[in-house]
């Protein structure tokens, strides 16, 4: 019960803050006419590993979140079999935790545990789909 008090306080913190900023708002002024400038050359920076990294990272999370219908239609399938997972303590609450507050966030029905994970499933087959070397590095580094 601890744990739900808690991201009740979040909750209503985020709400406050939300309700300060609509009051914090300046009012709407008519905007000044454009004014021409010169063009300019664009400096061009040298990208660093991170902003390479960052990139593509992006054009990988666009790629993963193109679900079609049919993988759509998985997700909603019922699930019957039960399977146990061995998480930290981190991870468990982490799964609890968003799933609360995503089902806060959702029109309609509410967020399992279950939605999470199979999602996950989905998420990591085609991440592996496209990043397999770097998976199994990361796996060999964890073990």
Do not use: C, H
Not at 46 to 69: C, G
Not at 89 to 118: F, M, N, P
Not at 128 to 140: G, S, W
């Amino acid at each position: 019960m601890g744990m739900f008090s808690e991201l009740k306080k979040i909750e209503d913190q985020k709400t406050e803050e939300k309700n300060k900023a609509a009051t914090a708002i300046p009012p709407v002024k008519s905007p000044t006419p454009p004014v021409q400038k010169k063009a300019q050359k664009p400096i061009r920076k040298p990208q660093s590993k991170e902003d390479e990294n960052k990139a593509s990272n992006i054009v990988s999370n666009i790629t993963i979140l193109q679900l079609n219908d049919t993988e759509i239609d998985g997700l909603r399938d019922p699930t019957n079999d039960v399977q146990t997972f061995r998480l930290t303590a981190k991870d468990k609450d982490w799964v609890k935790d968003t799933s609360y507050l995503l089902t806060k966030e959702i029109r309609r029905g509410s967020v399992s545990q279950t939605d999470i994970l199979r999602l996950s499933f989905m998420l990591f087959e085609k991440l592996l789909e496209t990043n397999r070397p770097e998976i199994i590095q990361i796996l060999e580094r964890i073990k």
